[in-house]
């Protein structure tokens, strides 16, 4: 996860454990670049306690298995599973997500338990 998703995962869950958080951020609108995540059930078990489960399984895939292949011939040379093994390992399953969702997701979350937690336009010079 980027820098921005930690703080706004951080400020979801105090939030949600009822302290009273205001995201201060210089830029004008939120936005992700990026490509895709790779979330290992780490990350999955705080999506889920944050409540987004079902929208993280909506914009998610959960690859059946990594494969690796020879590069000349594309012969399999390895492969081991992941989504419902992961699961039964760890308890939460594993995605690949693209990087923007999982910000839209977080940010939306933020939003519904603080209306106004995150302040846009807005540059810190001192505390």
Known sequence: MTRHQIVIAGAASLLQAGHDVTIF???????EIGAGLQLSANATHVLHHLGLGAALAAVGVRPGAYVFRLHDSGEEIHRFALS???????????????????????AARVRELKRDAIRLNCRVIGF
């Open 25 to 31: 951020e210089q830029a004008s609108e939120l936005s």
């Open 84 to 106: 419902e093994e992961h699961e039964k390992l760890h308890g939460a399953p594993y995605y690949q997500v693209h990087r923007a969702d999982v910000h839209t997701l977080l």
